[in-house]
C-alpha cells in the first residue's frame, strides 16, 4: 500500500486505437506487468491495467476506444522515471524498435530525460533524477553517446552556472516548508 497524506497523482489511463500494438509496446519497452484486463460492467471498454511495482496494482491503465481518426492525442506526457543513465540509453532502443518516433534527449538540469512519441502519438518522457535543482523548465541538448560521468559532469556545471542552483536536499526542505502536509523525511 502506498503512503500518502494528501491527494498525491498516482496513476494514468490512456484510451488506445490499436490496444494490442499500445500494450506489447508500454510492456515490452518499460517491461510493466499487466495485473489485470478485462471489459469493465459500467465502463464499457476494455481494459488493461499494468504496473512496475507490487504497492500499486497499476499504474498505467490502457483501454480501448480511442477513434481511429483521432489525428491529435491530448496527453501532455506521460512520464517514467528510470535507475539509471544506461536505462535511458536501452530504453530508447527498444522503443524505436516498437515503433516510437521522434526521440530525443534533453538536459533539465535536475533531470535528464528522453523524449519520444509512442505507436499512437503520446508524448512519453523517460528520465532520471539529479541531486540539483534548477528552475523549470530548462533544456539543454543530450548527448547519451557520452559516457555517464561526462554526462553527470557537463550537467552539474551547467547547474552551478545557473542563478537558480541550489542542491536537491535544500529544494526538497523549502518544499516541505511551504507544504506543511507533505511528509517529512
Excluded at 491503465?61 to 506521460?78: D, H, K
Excluded at 528510470?82 to 524505436?96: H, M, N, T
Excluded at 530525443?104 to 503520446?122: F, Q, V
Aim: aromatic share 8%; net charge negative; hydrophobic share 40%.
Amino acid at each position: 500500500m502506498v503512503h500518502v497524506t494528501r491527494p498525491t497523482p498516482a496513476h494514468f489511463g490512456i484510451f488506445c486505437t490499436d490496444l494490442p500494438k499500445m500494450v506489447a509496446f508500454y510492456t515490452e519497452v518499460f517491461d510493466l506487468t499487466i495485473t489485470d484486463r478485462g471489459v469493465g460492467r459500467t465502463f464499457k471498454n476494455e481494459l488493461v491495467f499494468t504496473s512496475a511495482s507490487p504497492d500499486q496494482h497499476h499504474q498505467l491503465v490502457l483501454a480501448s476506444g480511442r477513434p481511429a481518426e483521432a489525428t491529435f492525442s491530448t496527453v501532455m506526457q506521460i512520464s517514467f522515471v528510470v535507475p539509471q543513465l544506461q536505462s535511458l540509453r536501452d530504453i530508447w532502443q527498444k522503443a524505436e524498435a516498437r515503433g516510437a518516433t521522434q526521440i530525443r534527449g534533453l538536459n533539465h538540469g535536475n533531470a535528464i530525460s528522453i523524449y519520444m512519441l509512442d505507436p499512437e502519438g503520446n508524448t512519453v518522457e523517460v528520465y532520471i533524477d539529479m541531486p540539483f535543482h534548477v528552475s523549470q523548465p530548462h533544456g539543454d541538448p543530450l548527448d547519451l553517446s557520452k559516457s555517464d560521468e561526462e554526462i553527470l559532469r557537463e550537467t552539474e556545471a551547467v547547474c552551478r552556472s545557473d542563478p537558480s542552483f541550489k542542491l536537491l536536499e535544500d529544494w526538497q526542505a523549502e518544499f516541505r516548508a511551504r507544504s506543511p502536509s507533505a511528509p517529512a523525511k
